[in-house]
């Protein structure tokens, strides 16, 4: 029997790994306009079945308890309907291993509202963008990239994404194809525990960003009147990031103080 909470279908589920996957979902109804790099919640009652490869924990939640998590929107800004999510599963966790025993047309439930303020559209419009990601941290610079690459041509767009294994690199494909039809979007894909058939980067994000890989392969400058950096993911790695930032002067931007520095902290 349908579930009145319930307000969404599931529309396209590919699994990059048994705990990664892309999820997109088709609400019953229009959402409002949101911008890229928000979030929403989603969620299904606890009733629902976990994933086979979780890890099972005492739980002592009620059957009709909805639980829900903020993700970050994947989409393309003009989706008002169709929401994609890029989520991982943690297999102690409650949600997401109940997310990933979802199939297509299973129902489960997406807030009405859009919210965040890790905007990849609220920086001056001649500055570069630097996008840091670990893991599904690439959710909101997927949104940005659908929705802006366009009408940003005439500043650089990077995105460095670090993971363990190329098998992690979501959106590997789209990245590849914009890193060769737009000269001004750079793509670098670090691992750190690539095979010795991976021939690109490797090793950790802030030891590129230390050794100049900005400044050497896309002439992005490390100073905050020129370039803004957002930072997504891991948080040890936005931490150690933002130190390595701060000390080129960058400070964190927050809603009463603009500043070069934007992070998402999950
Ligand atoms: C603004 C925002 C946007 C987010 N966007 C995304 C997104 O796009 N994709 C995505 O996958 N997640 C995203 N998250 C994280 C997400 O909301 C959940 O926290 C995560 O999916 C775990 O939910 P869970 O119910 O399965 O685990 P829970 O039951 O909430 O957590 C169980 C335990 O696992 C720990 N934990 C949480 N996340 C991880 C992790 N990734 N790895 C290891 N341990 C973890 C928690 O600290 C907790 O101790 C976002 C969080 C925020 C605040």
Redesign the pocket.
Known sequence: MEESVYNSTVVGKILLTPDLMILRVRTDEPRPKFESGQ?TQIGVLAKEPRSQNSILIAEDLPPNKL?K????I?SANHETQNFE??????K??????R?FNLNLGSRMWVDTKIL?L?KLNDTPKNCDIVMVAT???L??YISFLRSHILENQHRKLAVIHGASYPWDLGYYSELTFLQYTFKNFYYFPTLVHAEKEWNGLRGYIEDHLQSGILQKEANIEINPEKTHFFLCG?PKMVESVSSILKGYGYTKHTRVKPGALHV???
């Open positions: 979030f639980i998590r903020p993700y970050s994947a999510f890029y989520i991982s599963q943690v102690s966790g409650q949600l997401t291993p997310l965040g890790f893991g599904t941290g959710a909101p891991n998402e902290e999950w």
